[in-house]
């Protein structure tokens, strides 16, 4: 759909942390959080930063509030992008409660989502029963994405559960797992009041290590998306990003902003 993109090569320069030259894609996924882009918002995002996105998320229960017309087009330009588009996963908590979690698989699937957020951040679901959602949603032909945490101001990550349930859900075949954070990035998950990584998970990031492809932490503000591009490395998954965000953490991820010009270059831990 959008497919020319100006690039760093016409000036014969490279990034200055050379590990993103060219598209993005499968280098670090980066997922995008949509409140509620309208029709030309969303057509623009495409146009001007298709190339720097992954993952879209259609935050909360959105996708039930968008007219009809809308979401199918939402759901065929991010196709025709080759991008993925997924509803989020209270959407997913609200059929759960409600018992009505097939249907709920069996209608995402017919509106033309492939992926789908299987979370228990707003109700508490028994680890079994987090594992056969994650069976039948597959069996319907959706490819899983699952979530770790709660949504609660304060609520905060137990890392041994954390990694148990990263262990499980993979196991299981879900093909990521995010890390909570919200919209907001403050006293939550991983991240403390002022929207920063609190210390004493600073001291346990390194047991991710043979998980971290497959992870995505939910990053919503710059300090945290330099920090974790600091630790892991400029292709680490990002997540939770706002549509205006989307060139300037590619520019974070590439050496092209001050805040990591000088990073030294590795590959994520």
């Not at 760093?8 to 050379?18: E, K, S, Y």
């Not at 998954?237 to 991820?253: D, F, H, T, V």
């Amino acid at each position: 759909m959008f497919d020319e993109f100006y690039s760093l090569h016409d000036l014969a320069l490279q990034d200055p942390l050379g590990d993103r030259d060219g598209n993005s894609h499968h280098k670090g996924i980066t997922m995008i959080i949509d409140k509620g882009l309208g029709r030309y918002q969303f057509q623009d995002m495409l146009e001007t930063a298709g190339a720097y996105i992954d993952f879209i998320k259609l935050g909360f229960g959105t996708t039930a509030l968008y007219p009809y017309p809308l979401l199918q087009l939402k759901i065929e330009w991010t196709k025709a992008c080759q991008l993925d588009i997924y509803p989020g996963g209270t959407f997913f908590e609200v059929a759960y409660q409600q018992g009505k979690m097939e249907r709920y698989f069996f209608h995402m699937k017919q509106l033309g989502f492939t992926k789908i957020e299987i979370s228990d951040g707003t109700i508490s679901i028994p680890l079994l029963e987090r594992l056969k959602a994650i069976a039948i949603a597959k069996e319907f032909g959706l490819d899983v994405i699952t979530e770790y945490g709660k949504k609660v101001t304060g609520s905060q990550v137990e890392w041994k559960e954390m990694m148990e349930t990263i262990s499980s859900d993979l196991e299981q075949g879900a093909s990521y797992v995010i890390i909570e954070g919200r919209e907001s990035g403050e006293d939550v998950g991983i991240y403390d009041s002022n929207g920063e990584i609190q210390e004493s998970f600073k001291l346990m990031l390194d047991t991710v290590s043979p998980f971290q492809k497959k992870i995505i932490w939910e990053a919503p503000k710059k300090n945290q998306q330099v920090d974790l591009i600091q630790w892991f490395g400029p292709n680490v998954n990002l997540g939770n990003i706002a549509p205006e965000e989307i060139l300037s953490l590619e520019s974070l991820r590439r050496g092209l902003r001050s805040d990591t010009f000088f990073l030294d270059r590795r590959e994520p831990r």
